[in-house]
């Protein structure tokens, strides 16, 4: 299969996948972009130890999750070298949501349940994304993260409780 194959067939795969972890299209772009430069790069060193399609979701997930530290350690560091701030705890929002199709009526919301999202843990947001967003099946979602169905369920199980949590939080 050639790169540019492989490329239109899961361009918008990616792209939506990254979309639903930044939530601001050109940082999806960005994103996108960064996979695909991997892609080419590690074409030759695919082992086909699972689908393209699935080392490709890894990717995707790996460069979005990864793309998020960095984003939050740079704007960390800048706060911090103005306003002295040292709290470990603090977390990058973004100050826009900007994802296509979504009502403007319905962007408030939206950008609530995605500010929570954003607070679960790594697997706990990307089992969420996986199962209820891009509506895969338990069993692909555990293949794309390396887990039994189980442990997926159990993890899942926790990213509901966690995210009724923070929302009713939120009020």
Known sequence: MTFDKIYLEHYKMVFNLALQ?????????????DVFVKIFDNLNSFKKQSSLKTWIYRMAINQS?????AKNAQK????SSIFSINDSNFKF????????????????????????????SDNQKTALILLKIEDKSQAETAEIMNLKVKALESLFQRAKNNLEILLNKKG
């Open 65 to 69: 999750l990864d793309f998020i530290k």
């Open 21 to 33: 972890y930044v939530q601001n299209t050109e940082d999806a772009e960005e994103i996108t972009q």
């Open 93 to 120: 929002q973004p100050s826009n949501f900007n994802h296509p199709g979504i009502e403007l009526e319905q962007k408030e919301a939206c950008q609530k349940i995605f500010e929570a999202i954003n607070q679960l």
């Open 76 to 79: 960390r560091s800048f706060l």
